[in-house]
């Protein structure tokens, strides 16, 4: 089994499920991205988003009530996430990100990865239903806009998160 695959390797140990129901499974990130990082993943094998149509909507509401779920049993409020897919996803198995906006960690390394959660790249849950309904399925980004985006300069999320709490002490 390849790295790409290691989240189909995670989710059949059952020591590392937080959350599970009949058709998804809640872990956590092994590299978070921020203090809480949790992905949702189908039990069906649906490799990526652009694996999905209008049929997969109500298996996409399921990754979201979960994740939801996740955050209600750390004791957070959802307004401090961050709900989505990756628009170029780099892992095997559809995954939902569920992921604090506060974007600390040892893990968060690169330019590209923080543009993976803080641009276009990051396609939130009712984005992406949408597009299902309106298209019946989801196109990769031409290349030149993934460049484009991977290359945005880096913004603060702790003038962001003050910003949008209204909090400029």
Known sequence: MNW??????????PKNLIISSEIAVVIADKYPKARHHYLVLPKEDIPSIFHLNKTHIPLLEELHLLGRNIIEVRGKEISDFQVGFHAEPSMQRLHLHVISKDFISHS?????????????????HDKLCHMLEK????????????????ATPLKCNQFLLRANSGDFR
Do not use: A, C, Y
């Open 108 to 124: 968060l390394k690169t330019k590209k990865h923080w543009n993976s959660f803080n641009t276009d790249l990051f396609v939130t």
């Open 4 to 13: 790409q695959s290691g989240l189909v390797k995670t989710i059949l140990e």
């Open 135 to 150: 298209e019946n399925s989801v196109q990769r980004l031409p290349k030149t806009l993934k460049d484009q985006l991977l």
